[in-house]
């Protein structure tokens, strides 16, 4: 038994372990933590004055019509979450856009971002509920379309609750 465990510390030696376990983790910097609240803030106050903005102009007689489709079948909130548009995507629904809608393809707004690579705007929307199950008609959910493209970080981020 001490012969074995002579072995093992000269092996470990030879090879330059520690017995010790490593921490390699650097303490937490207190200025980036700082940052890291600020911007968040920053983010939070330019998302409410988006969804004000927004607000009003859907508000107005005659105002905008978030549910509206251009000539490719895309509503507002479509071409936000495909362009990966976070902020611009969460002001839309804040607003009043219906995320749940689907097209004449039944593809979802998850469906738009899966196939743009948009996994911002993924983590961003998920905060709405959406519904990652819905199959198009092509059978697809957002997770399947993301995998056909081959991307994989989307397809785990909508396929995580």
């Given at each position: 038994?001490?012969?074995?465990?002579a072995?093992w510390a000269?092996?470990a030696?030879?090879?330059?372990?520690?017995?010790?376990p490593?921490?390699?983790?650097?303490?937490?910097?207190p200025?980036a933590e700082?940052?890291?609240q600020?911007?968040?803030l920053?983010?939070?106050a330019?998302?409410?004055?988006?969804s004000?903005?927004?607000?009003?102009l859907?508000?107005?007689p005659?105002?905008?019509?978030?549910e509206r489709?251009?000539?490719?079948g895309?509503?507002?909130?479509?071409?936000a979450a495909?362009?990966?548009q976070?902020?611009a995507a969460?002001?839309i629904?804040?607003?009043?856009?219906?995320?749940?809608?689907?097209?004449?393809?039944?593809d979802?707004?998850?469906?738009?971002?899966?196939?743009a690579?948009?996994?911002?705007?993924i983590?961003?929307?998920?905060?709405?509920?959406p519904n990652?199950?819905?199959?198009?008609?092509?059978?697809q959910t957002?997770?399947?379309?993301a995998?056909?493209?081959n991307?994989f970080?989307c397809?785990?981020l909508?396929?995580?609750?």
């Open positions: 038994m001490i012969r074995r465990l072995c000269a092996l030696a030879i090879v330059g372990c520690k017995s010790e490593k921490n390699d983790v650097p303490p937490p910097d200025v700082q940052y890291r600020l911007e968040k920053t983010v939070d330019k998302l409410q004055e988006l004000e903005k927004l607000t009003d859907v508000a107005e005659g105002g905008f019509d978030l489709r251009n000539q490719n895309m509503r507002l909130l479509d071409l495909s362009r990966n976070p902020l969460a002001a629904v804040v607003a009043g856009s219906n995320i749940w809608a689907v097209d004449k393809n039944g979802s707004v998850m469906h738009f971002a899966a196939r690579n948009a996994a911002a705007a983590a961003e929307l998920k905060r709405f509920v990652l199950k819905k199959r198009n008609k092509k059978g957002p997770a399947d379309l995998q056909s493209y991307f970080d397809a785990v909508l396929q995580r609750l």
